[in-house]
């Protein structure tokens, strides 16, 4: 604060710097006047008939020298009191939104996200600075919302498997004789902590744009028969059945695993959300390559949609949870998707209407 008390201001600044180009603009005035004027003006005189060594000629030369310094004077002390009036009304307008700039910026270092500025008319270069202070503050707004819901939902997924630990190591330590499950339980809930931080990791990286792909050409057909056939093997005599339909050619330039990686989460939720029925993979090409995932299963609400990429989100919280999910597979293949500049969108009917989603990566 003392060092802003003892910087000078901005309409002082301004003052100062309008006080300084009258002073140049005077001096030059003066010196031009006093080497141009007289001359000329005794030229003038003499081509009139007027005697040059007449007394009055001299008059008459000293009273315009007079009169012109006076004017000079008189021009330039109304010129320095226009000058501070208006540096001051510029100076007050123009610092006037960088004041309320920077105290808004105070209180938002200060934890208040949701401050934000009027945008001014004029100028034009203020005006854009502050639709870039509130684009930044919505941002950071948005960010630190996601980051209270990332930190709660995390909590809640912590919460299951460190229980049953906890639990399972109580009944140890109270003498419990282990059965032939308890091992599997626990490896089971370790299984799931470690899915869980490598999700996490993955999406992290993705959202910091520290994703580093290994592009090469890949062979959609391929690619997805390494994701589909492993799925196809679970679900032999299950009242699921399996079905792809790839047109053959397609080609894109990617990393492999991470694309195979977004396709085996698209199947995992299409099987995890499919008791009975049936799920279709497809494959295109239009403009880009079109991946297309869907299923006959237990669909999604209109006004779940918009929220099905969304790290943690569940439709079905519970259910979900008993079948293992991290709720970071879907939100994985979103970051994935676009780190290769494509899109990944979902469409539903409602529930007990199926799922689809589609995915879209520019053609090699």
């Avoid at 004027?37 to 000293?62: I, K, N």
């Avoid at 949870?321 to 597979?329: A, F, N």
């Avoid at 009917?349 to 589609?358: H, K, N, S, W």
């Amino acid at each position: 604060m003392s060092r802003e008390r003892g910087r000078p201001r901005l309409s002082t600044g301004l003052l100062f710097a309008q006080l300084a180009v009258l002073v140049v603009a005077a001096v030059v005035a003066a010196v031009t006047a006093a080497l141009v004027g007289p001359p000329l003006f005794h030229e003038h005189m003499v081509r009139a008939g007027a005697d040059p060594s007449s007394s009055t000629l001299a008059h008459v030369e000293e009273a315009f020298r007079s009169a012109g310094l006076i004017t000079l004077a008189t021009a330039g002390g109304a010129a320095v009191l226009a000058a501070a009036v208006v540096a001051w009304v510029l100076g007050r307008r123009l610092a006037r939104p960088l004041t309320s700039m920077a105290t808004a910026a105070g209180e938002i270092a200060d934890g208040r996200r949701d401050v934000r500025l009027d945008e001014p008319s004029t100028p034009a270069e203020i005006a854009t600075v502050t639709t870039a202070f509130n684009r930044m503050a919505d941002d950071l707004e948005q960010t630190e919302q996601v980051r209270r819901r990332l930190l709660s939902d995390l909590a809640h997924e912590l919460r299951t498997p460190l229980a049953t630990m906890t639990a399972y190591l109580d009944g140890l330590e109270d003498g419990v004789e282990p059965d032939a499950s308890t091992a599997g339980v626990l490896r089971e809930q370790v299984e799931r902590l470690t899915r869980l931080t490598h999700d996490l990791r993955a999406v992290s990286q993705a959202d910091e744009s520290a994703l580093v792909l290994d592009r090469e050409s890949i062979d959609v057909t391929a690619l997805l028969a390494a994701s589909v056939e492993p799925v196809r093997t679970r679900l032999a005599g299950s009242a699921v059945s399996l079905r792809s339909d790839v047109a053959p050619g397609l080609v894109v330039t990617g990393d492999r695993l991470r694309l195979q990686q977004v396709m085996t989460n698209l199947l995992d939720n299409a099987v995890r959300h499919t008791s009975a029925g049936s799920i279709t993979v497809r494959a295109e090409a239009r403009d880009a390559v079109e991946v297309v995932v869907s299923d006959t299963g237990e669909g999604i609400a209109g006004e779940h949609l918009a929220y099905v990429f969304d790290r943690f989100f569940r439709a079905d919280t519970a259910r979900d949870r008993d079948h293992g999910g991290s709720g970071l597979g879907l939100a994985i293949c979103r970051a994935m998707v676009h780190a290769h500049g494509g899109t990944i969108t979902v469409a539903s009917d409602g529930p007990g209407t199926g799922a689809t989603f589609t995915v879209r990566l520019p053609r090699a």
